[in-house]
Nanobody
Framework: QVQLVESGGGLVQAGGSLRLSCASS????????MGWFRQAPGKVREFVAV????????NYADSVKGRFTISRDSAKNTVYLQMNSLKPEDTAVYYC???????????????????WGQGTQVTVAS
């Protein structure tokens, strides 16, 4: 069983930055692809960023490309999402997720992820 706990959300002005963290309790964390998703009020949950098991492959939604950076520290069992140049439309609850697949690859659908954190609120004021 893997438990994921997000932190780092909050209120920030447009143009500002936040770094989200997702800490895992599982010893197999280093073998999993990890993703960040977000859900704004009244909208479906959407893919934001993904990183493979080794950190060698990352990918991003077009809406955040060039502004957000996903990374991982397997020694700390933690994945990060650095968010720069934040916009009001980035306001959402952000979730990290783990894909417990043998490949440890990158996945873009929420249905490919087995474990989810509780979410952390990010609010960007205009």
């Amino acid at each position: 069983q893997v438990q994921l706990v997000e932190s780092g959300g909050g209120l920030v002005q447009a143009g500002g930055s936040l770094r989200l963290s997702c800490a895992s309790s599982g010893r197999t964390f280093s073998r999993y692809g990890m993703g960040w998703f977000r859900q704004a009020p009244g909208k479906v949950r959407e893919f934001v960023a993904v990183i493979n098991w080794s950190g060698s492959i990352t990918n991003y939604a077009d809406s955040v490309k060039g502004r957000f950076t996903i990374s991982r520290d397997s020694a700390k069992n933690t994945v990060y999402l650095q968010m720069n140049s934040l916009k009001p439309e980035d306001t959402a609850v952000y979730y990290c997720a783990a894909a417990a697949r043998p490949s440890g690859g990158t996945y873009y659908s929420e249905y490919d992820y087995n474990y989810w954190g509780q979410g952390t609120q990010v609010t960007v004021a205009s």
